[in-house]
């Protein structure tokens, strides 16, 4: 029981500072390249909170299970939109330009379908993992090549590292990933450890703990993000994130292995697919997630989840 308190203990700390070393790096590529915030946090930290996705998802479809690679995309999207952007917006409200939302909504959405148009049949091919790919170098290259005039200003806790080179920043990137991702593993193992040795269900403990500790890197770059101004970042985290999940983990995992299903999967792609048009019809409305819109959308992502404890998703 010790060692596990222990593991709680330690993974805060990691997380935090993970946090902080990954928006910082982040924040100061984006000055010297003139990235804008929404840029960085779709591509730079997108990617990275996605490494573990991508891994898992990997050894599920080689393992011969590719409802667990689908779902774990599926369930991931889910928990970024409601619990990731949900939390970060109920805390600490953000706002986005009218112009940088119709610039990047398209390639959300995009995913977004596209997911649902692909894997309607239950089946993912190699082809088609090749076309999600090629559309993601297609995105990358597309947001990369756009040089605009840096927004992004630091602030006095950020400005030890003000005068570190481009190598150190991304060296500042990498060491805060590697310190969110175990951070976040050290946090679920110890604590479903010890809700087991409490006699906590499993089911609770996979709704929660896990489900929680799994969007735990996103939860606190976001968070991290926002609390330092950068609100623009913390929602291209989430679309970012989205997107890579889609064309990244998806279309890697079924050129490697192609994906056949065999559970039903209609309804989880039509709620993803909604919450995702939920979520832009929510910043449109006054191109901002207030705190009320980010209570609405913890509701649904409770919704989600307690809707497939009941078997009736």
């Not at 840029?39 to 011969?64: C, K, M």
């Not at 030890?160 to 805060?176: A, E, M, R, V």
Request: net charge negative; glycine share 12%; proline share 3%.
């Amino acid at each position: 029981m010790l060692i596990n308190f222990f593991l709680v203990i330690l993974g805060l700390p990691l997380l935090y500072f993970g946090g902080d070393f990954l928006i910082t790096g982040s924040v100061r590529l984006g000055q010297k390249y003139k990235i804008s915030p929404f840029i960085i946090g779709a591509t730079i930290i997108g990617f990275g909170t996605s490494a573990p996705e991508l891994a898992v998802s990997i050894f599920a479809a080689l393992s011969g299970a590719p409802e667990l690679a689908l779902g774990n995309v599926v369930g991931s999207n889910v928990a970024n939109v409601g619990l990731v952007l949900g939390l970060t917006a109920f805390l600490i409200p953000l706002t986005i330009g009218a112009k940088r939302l119709k610039e990047e909504s398209p390639a959300f959405l995009l995913a977004t379908f596209l997911l649902t148009f692909l894997v309607w049949d239950y089946h993912l091919s190699t082809l088609e993992g090749g076309f999600m790919v090629l559309l993601l170098a297609v995105h990358l290259w597309n947001s990369f090549r756009k040089k605009e005039a840096s927004d992004i200003e630091m602030d006095g806790e950020t400005s030890l590292w003000s005068d570190k080179g481009t190598f150190f920043q991304f060296l500042l990137i990498f060491f805060g990933l590697v310190l969110l991702v175990s951070g976040a593993r050290f946090l679920v193992d110890g604590a479903v450890a010890i809700a087991q040795s409490l006699g906590v269900s499993e089911w609770f403990i996979g709704i929660s703990i896990v489900a929680v500790g799994t969007s735990l890197p996103e939860i606190v770059s976001s968070i991290m993000a926002a609390k330092r101004g950068h609100g623009e970042m913390a929602i291209g985290n989430v679309f970012g994130s989205n997107i890579f999940n889609i064309l990244m983990v998806l279309g890697v995992t079924s050129l490697i292995e192609p994906l056949e299903i065999t559970e039903p999967i209609h309804a989880d792609l039509i709620f993803t697919s909604g919450l995702s048009c939920f979520l832009l019809v929510l910043i449109r409305m006054g191109h901002a997630l207030s705190k009320r819109n980010g209570f609405i959308l913890l509701v649904c992502y409770a919704f989600y989840i307690g809707m497939k404890g009941s078997g009736g998703l």
